[in-house]
């Protein structure tokens, strides 16, 4: 489905079947010389008939087209490989295209997980389902890094490339100041709160998100262009709810932790989840993926505040109140 959001500004909304997210939106913009891409979907046949059929619909030509990845998740860097031709700049966080280059190391992550109490055999079953086993892009691109600041000019637009680590450890934000428009990624997003989860190159992610919505917060923003379903002008209420969810499930940790010691997976099940399963034993497993490194997240903030701190017991990782 192809929408028009102002002139020369498209919003394209990719379906992502049978998952949570329910669709993908993939920005384009069109310039005289240049078009821009930003973000595109899931490397999977539905994902790319959806996208290539929006782009005929705007009559884009892709030799005339660059790309801008929001971050290194599958359903907005999976199919930049289809897209991208070879006169497109692809561009992407710099930090992100360092967290790419050596890894995604998913064996690091699955002992990470089994040491933070996962039991081995659904770890591994959770992982190969994960999306980013599945849907990545199976042809590599050439990719410009991008820092904090740098201009992106196409057509009637001037976009800021603003660092917004957090969500992963090298997303970006778009900001045009003139129109006063967010191209928010999944730092910010309205119907559904986005993941933050434990990296192995940051120290404490959920510290890094919390100020990276502090830092977008005071940017003037009128309307806000998320990654995933409706867009808003209300991104400082956004914020503050987004900050408060965060609090609750703070407390949530540590009132897990006054009942005794626990590994992040004992502690998941006390933090309130979004999701239609009530019991925590019928979460899907790619569910229990994502709500362990969320809780990981978590502890680790409370840990660099002083709030708990970890020892190691038969080769897991506990978790108890200071
Ligand atoms: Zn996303």
Redesign the pocket.
Known sequence: MVQEIRSDLFCIEVPLPKNP?KS?NSYVIKGRERNLIIDTAMNRPECKDALFLGLKDLGIDLEKTDLFIT?L?A??FGLSGDVATDKSKCYMGSEELKFLSGTPDWEYMLNMFVENGFPDNVVRESMSRHPGMLYSPTRKVEMTPVSDGDMIRVGNYELRCIYTPGHTPGHFCLYDEKDQILFS??HILFDITPNITNWMTREDSLRDYLASLDKVSALPVKLVLP??RTSSSHHVDRIEALKQHHRDRLEEAITALQEGDMTAYEVAPYITWKIEFKKWDDFPITQKWFAVGETLAHLHYLEHEGTVKQYKKDGLVYYTLN
């Open positions: 997210l993908i971050h998740h359903d907005h990624g999944d990654g995933h």
